[in-house]
């Protein structure tokens, strides 16, 4: 293992052990709102801090991008945190949410760590060395027809005004498609989509720290990702689209073809 990516394994997992400390007792937590849907409890910024302890340790001179405590430092190396992702499911007790912990080197993704501490599933991937689960070598599924594929998404939330663009590709794709999920942690549906567990995945408003650990997994796992205008600044603009490579296309059109009408 990358000894970048050594420090950030031992920082998710500590940052697992204080989630799932706290998933003990659920009620005793203290829930604050940021926005109209968008909370954050102190499960959320313990887990931050423990995660920024550990890297910045090893990694003095590196930069810090989170979720909860935002921009730190200048470097060519950034770390992207998000130390709780599914933090509305964790505080109802719904046992889909993970951390997320990506490297970028000068604007390259080259580390990353999803980890659902629930499950105690460990995913990692270096730039060029594949995608692992548990150390077991992971790849995207087989799956060539849309019609059979199963797609995991995430509603627009936050800024419910997107939801007239989202909602006719949905209609769209229930329609041709095995299947739609939509489970509420976009970093741990990416790591799925690397697992093969789900064919594809797209979803618009997402921040830095929701996609920058679960795209580079797909790319190692022999996916493909995009924004919804099949470009690759999918970090910049919030949209992404990822998939097989035979579903990939298919997914991209019909998604594109509602967003930008």
Avoid at 9 to 34: E, F, H, Y
Avoid at 120 to 125: G, K, M, V
Avoid at 146 to 153: C, F, P, Q, V
Avoid at 227 to 245: K, Q
Wanted: glycine share 10%; proline share 4%.
């Amino acid at each position: 293992m990358h000894p970048m990516l050594n420090i950030a394994v031992k920082a998710a997992r500590r940052a697992g052990a204080i989630i799932n400390r706290a998933a003990q007792d659920i009620d005793a937590l203290t829930v604050s709102t940021k926005r109209h849907n968008d909370f954050v409890t102190e499960v959320d910024q313990a887990a931050e801090q423990a995660v920024i302890q550990i890297l910045l340790k090893a990694f003095p001179d590196h930069a810090i991008l989170a979720e909860e405590s935002g921009a730190k430092g200048k470097s060519d190396y950034v770390w992207i945190i998000d130390p709780l992702d599914g933090t509305t499911n964790f505080i109802h007790g719904f046992p889909q949410y993970c951390v997320s912990i990506g490297l970028q080197h000068k604007g390259v993704l080259t580390q990353a760590v999803v980890y659902d501490p629930g499950r105690n599933e460990l995913f990692t991937a270096s730039r060029g060395d594949g995608a692992y689960l548990n150390d077991r070598r992971i790849r995207v599924s087989k799956r060539k027809q849309l019609d059979d594929a199963l797609i995991g998404t995430g509603y627009p939330f936050r800024e419910l005004k997107h939801i007239e663009q989202y909602l006719p590709a949905l209609g769209q794709l229930m329609g041709q498609t095995a299947g739609v999920r939509r489970a509420g942690a976009a970093a741990l549906d990416l790591s799925y989509v690397a697992a093969g567990r789900l064919d594809g995945f797209w979803e618009m408003g997402l921040s830095p720290w929701d996609m920058a650990a679960g795209c580079l997994l797909i790319l190692e796992a022999g996916g493909l990702v995009s924004d919804f205008d099949g470009d690759s600044n999918y970090m910049e603009r919030g949209t992404i689209v990822a998939g097989t490579p035979k579903v990939f296309a298919p997914l991209l059109q019909i998604v594109a073809a509602h967003h930008n009408r």
